[in-house]
C-alpha cells in the first residue's frame, strides 16, 4: 500500500508571505496529524485531523491553520511567515493498529 | 500534561556492542508508547510500539523496548548495534489511543566500527 505522501518536498518563501503543504493519508485512515520539526525545538505537535474536523491544536499561533477533505487528505497553511517557520513539516496518519505512519515531510524555508 | 524526557542526547556505541536508548514518559492513565528512527533529511520510521499486554515489545530491525510501569520508562534496546544504526531516535507518548503524540527530544546514537 502506499505510505503517507506529503507535498511539495521542498518549499522557499519570503517573509510575510502564505505557505500550502499538503498531505495524503494512507488509503482508509481518517485521522491526520501535522508536526512541526524545527532545528533546536525537536517535534512539536501542530494540528490532529479526524473525519474532516480538528480534533486538537497544539501551542501555535492562528495563522497556522489547516483542513482536512472528503477524501481524508489534509492541508496546513501558514499564513504571515516568519524566519522561524522554517522547519521540516511532517504529517502522519493513524491506522486501525493506532500504529502512526509518518510522510517523507515538507521542508519550509523562509527568506 | 504529557510529556516525555530521553536524558541522552548522543549515545556512542561499539558495532556488535548491545545499545540502550532511554526514555521515561509522563501521562495521566495508561499511556500508548512509541519508538521512531529518522535518518537525515528524512521523515519518521516507526520502529515499536507499546499499547497494551506483554511488557516486552519486539519491533522492526531487531530492536526491542520494555514498558516498566513502576519506573514509567519504555527504554529501546538493541542486542547487537549495527553501523547502519546510526540515526536520531524519537520516543513519544499519547495519553489517549489515536491522540496527539508528544515527543523527547531525540536521542543521537552513533555506531562506531
Known amino acids: 500500500e502506499a505510505g503517507v505522501t506529503q507535498s511539495p518536498t521542498h518549499l522557499i518563501k519570503t517573509r510575510g508571505q502564505q505557505a500550502t503543504l499538503r498531505c495524503s493519508p494512507i488509503s482508509g485512515h481518517t485521522s491526520v496529524y501535522w508536526y512541526q520539526q524545527a532545528l533546536g525545538l525537536g517535534l512539536q505537535f501542530l494540528l490532529w485531523y479526524d473525519e474532516g474536523e480538528e480534533r486538537n491544536r497544539g501551542n501555535f499561533p492562528p495563522r497556522f491553520s489547516g483542513r482536512q477533505f472528503p477524501n481524508y487528505s489534509s492541508e496546513l497553511n501558514v499564513n504571515a511567515l516568519e524566519l522561524e517557520d522554517s522547519a521540516l513539516y511532517l504529517c502522519?496518519?493513524?491506522?486501525?493498529?493506532?500504529?502512526?505512519?509518518f510522510g517523507s515531510g515538507t521542508r519550509l524555508t523562509v527568506v | 500534561a504529557q510529556s516525555v524526557a530521553q536524558p541522552e542526547d548522543q549515545v556512542n556505541v561499539a558495532e556488535g556492542n548491545p545499545l540502550t536508548v532511554k526514555c521515561t514518559y509522563s501521562v495521566s492513565g495508561n499511556p500508548y508508547l512509541f519508538w521512531y528512527v529518522q535518518y537525515p533529511n528524512r521523515g519518521l520510521q516507526f520502529l515499536l510500539k507499546y499499547i497494551t499486554g506483554d511488557n516486552l515489545v519486539k519491533g522492526s530491525y531487531g530492536f526491542e523496548a520494555e514498558f516498566n510501569k513502576s519506573q514509567t520508562s519504555f527504554h529501546l534496546k538493541k542486542p547487537s548495534a549495527l553501523v547502519s544504526d546510526s540515526a536520531l531516535y524519537f520516543c513519544?507518548?499519547?495519553?489517549?489511543?489515536?491522540?496527539?503524540?508528544?515527543f523527547g527530544q531525540g536521542t543521537e546514537l552513533s555506531v562506531k566500527p
Open positions: 502522519a496518519s493513524l491506522g486501525e493498529d493506532y500504529g502512526y505512519t
Open positions: 513519544a507518548v499519547s495519553a489517549i489511543q489515536g491522540g496527539k503524540l508528544i
